[in-house]
């Protein structure tokens, strides 16, 4: 039950004792005023026949009497002949009974006179009157609960502000703000959860700059094994290769033939720990981010693929073009996440899904850059279940939420697989620590 529902159900329980309490006062002024009419009206009655009876004008005079319509008074003489009762009683029996009255009756010896007080009629005039007073206080009880209905409604309506806020507040969005309206418990309560956001807003801020600091520092370790590697094993490589390449020039007949097939496994061998080192390179650090700006480099990249697909179509759109310069001046840690990214989703695309054409687009505003790429293959084959992806993938959505984006995969509008990710453009400058700003 709603806390309106509960309050206007408390405010019905308070009219209804209320109700019931006026009830029971109103019963037992009745009883008592039932009592007090029936004993005058027998005192009246004996009166009378105490008059008729000295006058002598008993057992006649009592057809007087009855004619006379006293109310609440029956006279009964010695041949036992009463007034009829009255037809129909105007109050239910059920309420009778609850008054308690019952005729009383007094006998007069001089003259062999019965009197009867009947209470009918002063039980119906208050019934009628207890009527006509429910009548008015269930209408009055009706208008106050609607008033009430709309009053405690208006009172609620912060309540339903402030619910809201919760719930932006639960989605990341850390500008709260509440007016209670006045009331003291709710100004309270809002400011208590403003702090409370302005507390995540900042925790936040920390653990993003945190996680851009952790991703620089992969990406310049990276960077180190990969010059490393580079520079140690491929002159280790070269040197392997020149003498190889030395036997084999210095062979001389059939003697030399064992040694001219073991140069050529080692030219063999070091031919494919170059090609090796070389890939090994270029998942640790593209070097063509080190020559080409972004946008040239995932253009050589879309190229590259069709180069080795030539009858697969891969298309590379950014927008708006103008923002062409502003995707190449982003932030390293920026540029290496876009650059993944796609490299990682194109990879999958011509190796699990076998489309016949691949999208890539890339859309880019003042604090956001938004990437999509999409195929028209079947499908993922888990029924777009992002959870069961790779280990590139896993890594690239591990990477977008710790630099504060978001990565979904699953089905395009129509057919094949769609993965797009919201990445925030952080303002960097190559001396300051990285800090991230996004509206979300």
């Not at 190889?244 to 003697?255: M, P, S, Y």
């Not at 061998?269 to 270029?282: N, P, Q, Y």
Request: negative net charge.
């Amino acid at each position: 039950m709603s806390l309106r529902m509960r309050i206007l159900a408390l405010i019905g329980l308070f009219l209804l004792l209320m109700a019931a309490a006026g009830g029971a006062v109103m019963v037992a002024n009745a009883r008592d005023a039932v009592r007090a009419e029936m004993a005058s009206a027998l005192e009246l009655g004996g009166a009378l026949g105490l008059a008729m009876a000295e006058r002598g004008e008993m057992p006649d005079g009592i057809g007087i009497l009855n004619s006379l319509g006293l109310r609440h008074l029956r006279f009964i003489g010695p041949d036992g002949l009463p007034r009829p009762e009255p037809a129909e009683r105007r109050a239910p029996d059920w309420f009778a009974a609850l008054i308690g009255g019952e005729p009383q009756e007094r006998r007069l010896v001089a003259g062999d006179l019965r009197i009867v007080a009947e209470p009918w009629d002063e039980i119906a005039e208050v019934w009628e009157d207890m009527s006509d007073l429910a009548a008015a206080m269930l209408a009055v009880g009706l208008l106050l609960m609607a008033a009430a209905h709309l009053a405690v409604g208006r009172a609620l309506a912060p309540l339903s502000r402030l619910e809201a806020g919760v719930e932006r507040l639960r989605a990341g969005d850390y500008a709260f703000a509440f007016d209670g309206h006045g009331v003291p418990e709710l100004d309270r309560l809002g400011t208590g959860i403003a702090a409370l956001a302005d507390g995540l807003a900042a925790a936040e801020r920390e653990n993003r700059q945190a996680g851009q600091r952790i991703v620089a520092a992969q990406d310049a370790e990276r960077r180190e094994i990969a010059r490393e590697i580079h520079d140690e094993l491929g002159a280790a490589l070269f040197a392997i290769k020149v003498d190889a390449g030395r036997i084999l020039r210095l062979r001389d007949g059939d003697a030399d033939t064992e040694a001219a097939e073991r140069a050529g496994k080692i030219l063999d061998t070091a031919a494919e720990v170059h090609r090796l080192s070389r890939r090994i390179l270029a998942r640790l650090r593209p070097a063509l981010l080190d020559q080409l700006p972004l946008s040239e480099a995932l253009a050589d990249l879309a190229g590259d693929w069709m180069r080795r697909q030539p009858d697969i179509a891969v298309t590379l759109a950014i927008e708006p073009p103008a923002a062409v310069a502003d995707l190449d001046g982003c932030d390293e840690v920026l540029r290496l996440t876009v650059y993944r990214l796609v490299q990682e989703s194109l990879v999958n695309a011509f190796r699990h899904a076998a489309p016949s054409a691949v999208a890539v687009g890339l859309r880019i505003d003042p604090d956001m850059v938004e990437i999509t790429i999409t195929d028209d293959g079947p499908g993922m084959p888990n029924g777009g279940d992002a959870g069961k992806s790779g280990f590139g993938i896993s890594g690239m959505a591990e990477r977008v939420r710790t630099l504060g984006g978001t990565l979904s995969i699953g089905t395009a509008a129509g057919g094949g697989t769609r993965v797009s990710a919201r990445l925030c453009r952080p303002a960097l400058s190559p001396s300051s620590p990285p800090a991230l700003e996004c509206m979300t």
